[in-house]
């Protein structure tokens, strides 16, 4: 079993960066990759970036080039740095550590972004 704690998140104007952070502990051996996804209200969630264990990574063609993923083995913890935040980014973002195949997957429990003036 996995426990995942998601933090971070908060009001920012259009520009600005917020980094959020996901705290993993249990059996993290097993996780294959850790990802942020984001829902908006009214909209599907989507996944916004991912980390593999081998340190593979994948973005969202909309935060391409604003956002970046990242993970201290120490800690065991992946960080979402935000910057160039638009009012589009604004959602709950969840943080999901999953197994191969997403044979399991292990969600915290959101934390909202707001990007307003």
């Known amino acids: 079993q996995v426990q995942v704690v998601e933090s971070g998140g908060g009001l920012v104007q259009p520009g600005g960066s917020l980094r959020l952070s996901c705290a993993a502990s249990g059996s993290i051996f097993n996780i294959y990759a850790t990802g942020w996804y984001r829902q908006a209200p009214g909209k599907q969630r989507e996944l916004v970036a991912s980390l593999t264990s081998g340190g593979s990574t994948n973005y969202a063609d909309s935060v391409k080039g604003r956002f970046t993923i990242s993970r201290d083995n120490a800690k065991n913890t992946v960080y979402l740095q935000m910057n160039s935040l638009k009012p589009e980014d604004t959602a709950v973002y969840y943080c999901?550590?999953?197994?191969?195949?997403?044979?399991?997957?292990?969600w915290g429990q959101g934390t909202q972004v707001t990007v307003s003036s």
């Open positions: 999901d550590a999953w197994g191969l195949g997403h044979l399991y997957d292990y």
